[in-house]
């Protein structure tokens, strides 16, 4: 990804984003994001899930499926208050942007 530090906080807001509006794991997030033109591998997005979730932004839970498991992750009230303080602070930086047209 060209500018991953940059990056990478628009990543996390996606996150927080699709948790906040239900659960996510994974490999669903990967391909959410592909969409978006990110192109983010398993080595880089898991550890940042489990960052986020540490810093108390996510929840996590473990789902059985047959023989496999899966992780799901959901925001916590501290993830959709950081997300809503985001979208404030995203909507101003787009507000200059547009002006500078």
Same mark, same amino acid.
């Given at each position: 990804?060209?500018?991953?530090?940059?990056? #990478?906080?628009?990543?996390?807001?996606?996150?927080?984003?699709?948790?906040?509006?239900? /659960?996510?794991?994974?490999?669903?997030?990967? /391909?959410?994001?592909?969409?978006?033109?990110?192109?983010?591998?398993?080595?880089? @997005?898991?550890?940042?899930?489990?960052?986020?979730?540490?810093?108390?932004?996510?929840?996590?839970?473990?789902?059985?499926?047959?023989? #496999?498991?899966?992780?799901?992750?959901?925001?916590?009230?501290?993830?959709?208050?950081? @997300? /809503?303080?985001?979208?404030?602070? @995203?909507? /101003?930086?787009?507000?200059?942007?547009?002006?500078?047209?």
């Amino acid at each position: 990804m060209a500018h991953q530090d940059l990056l #990478t906080g628009f990543v996390r807001l996606h996150i927080l984003h699709h948790a906040q509006e239900g /659960e996510i794991y994974g490999q669903w997030i990967i /391909e959410e994001l592909g969409r978006h033109g990110y192109r983010l591998s398993a080595g880089t @997005l898991y550890p940042m899930l489990h960052a986020l979730e540490r810093k108390g932004y996510l929840r996590s839970r473990a789902k059985r499926l047959g023989r #496999t498991g899966r992780r799901l992750y959901r925001t916590t009230a501290r993830g959709r208050a950081a @997300l /809503e303080e985001a979208k404030v602070k @995203l909507r /101003e930086l787009v507000g200059e942007l547009i002006e500078q047209r």
